[in-house]
């Protein structure tokens, strides 16, 4: 009779290294599928979700040993590192694939190869001029830079005005500044400007200094052969909830301009994954050390002190007919902004007749377009740049 093999120590090794790490994987899958936990595992979610090229190296490891299990006969490993390869297969492809099925129904043309590979939001700044476009009460310098567009056009030209996200406490106009050459090279101008940050407390302040830029436009127009009736508003995260702020409360005497300058209107804002009700946000984030830090900060405390305040600087609080034509895009796995901020905005612009469209993003969490190349951001740029063309073409825009 012959005997029963038993596994040597190198068996056992490869076999619990391979539960081990599926145990990992599997943890990590439940943060990709559920948007929680920005603070701990969420991270490594978030990394997995905006840079799927990064899986690429595990699953050759897990196909190397697979191999090895194999041709040894060790079936416990030879089934784990099967279990596992499918795994991170799994979190490599299952979100860009389904990406690009979104991208598909929306008729626009992404590429899996270009968002394996990484490249960062940035862009050479090298000749941007620097503007001083206010000084407020506190005898602050208010700064933006100015990115001319590359298209040789002797006439009035349409400007984006940049706002920068980081949480209200955070973040300067040198960030994520390939959007600006890539609105560049649409024949935009660009004015990315910086705000005042906490301490203290700047729930007023913030916007005002917005206002404030927008009405320096209008004043320099002349000089910067700026179209004052194509000023779009551009903003991501508390940017974006900023810029949203500024574009729908411009007659608000309760948020006034910084400065002394004349209360304008824009064209049209792009809100990329903005918050939109800030009470809401405080009690949903999946991020308190984020979110609810700089919200306390940025307001002077928690929802349950100032919920004035809140209901104040909240932009979907100041949606009203007259509000100009809206841009959404936000993940449906921000584990930071939660996507319901902008269904709740999205309903809003909705039941007051506001020109708007909205497109969720499967398997996309914050700061998605951190990743210039990754197929949220390819999506982005597409969509935006259809909406840009409505906006100053008068064409009908809607979902």
């Not at 905005?345 to 398997?363: D, I, R, T, W």
């Amino acid at each position: 009779m012959d005997s029963v093999r038993s596994p040597g120590v190198l068996e056992w090794i490869f076999t619990f290294v391979a539960f081990l790490v599926i145990g990992v994987a599997a943890l990590l899958l439940y943060y990709i599928s559920v948007p929680v936990d920005a603070d701990g595992m969420g991270r490594y979610a978030f990394t997995v979700l905006s840079r799927p090229g990064l899986t690429i190296f595990p699953a050759v490891i897990c196909l190397v040993f697979l191999i090895i299990a194999l041709i040894r006969k060790w079936f416990l490993a030879t089934l784990g590192y099967l279990v596992l390869l499918i795994l991170v297969l799994y979190l490599m492809l299952w979100p860009s694939l389904t990406l690009k099925k979104a991208a598909k129904s929306w008729n626009v043309p992404v590429s899996i190869g270009q968002a394996l590979s990484y490249q960062f939001n940035t862009a050479n700044a090298a000749g941007i001029m620097t503007i001083k476009y206010g000084i407020p009460a506190d005898s602050s310098d208010l700064l933006m830079d100015y990115w001319p567009s590359i298209k040789k056009d002797t006439g009035f030209r349409p400007v984006i005005v940049k706002v920068h996200g980081g949480g209200w406490v955070a973040g300067s106009r040198k960030e994520l500044t390939a959007w600006n050459r890539w609105f560049n090279e649409l024949g935009y101008d660009v004015f990315d400007l910086d705000y005042r940050l906490p301490p203290p407390e700047r729930w007023q302040d913030q916007t005002g200094d917005i206002k404030s830029a927008i009405g320096w436009l209008v004043n320099n127009a002349q000089q910067f052969r700026i179209d004052t009736g194509r000023i779009i508003m551009m903003g991501n995260s508390a940017g974006a909830s900023l810029a949203l702020l500024a574009a729908y409360s411009y007659n608000d005497f309760r948020l006034p301009p910084s400065c002394d300058v004349p209360h304008a209107r824009v064209r049209a804002v792009v809100d990329i994954y903005g918050p939109s009700d800030m009470a809401m946000l405080y009690a949903t984030t999946g991020s308190t050390s984020l979110a609810n830090y700089g919200l306390q900060r940025y307001i002077g405390g928690a929802p349950v002190d100032f919920r004035e305040r809140y209901d104040m600087v909240s932009p979907v609080a100041h949606v009203t007919p007259s509000s100009p034509a809206t841009l959404i895009i936000h993940g449906e796995k921000d584990r930071i902004v939660p996507v319901t901020q902008s269904l709740i905005l999205a309903n809003a612009l909705k039941k007051a007749g506001v020109p708007y469209e909205f497109y969720s993003l499967p398997y996309t969490d914050h700061s998605f377009d951190f990743n210039w190349n990754s197929i949220a951001s390819q999506i982005a740029r597409e969509e935006i740049s259809q909406f840009l063309e409505k906006v100053n073409n008068q064409k009908s825009i809607g979902n």
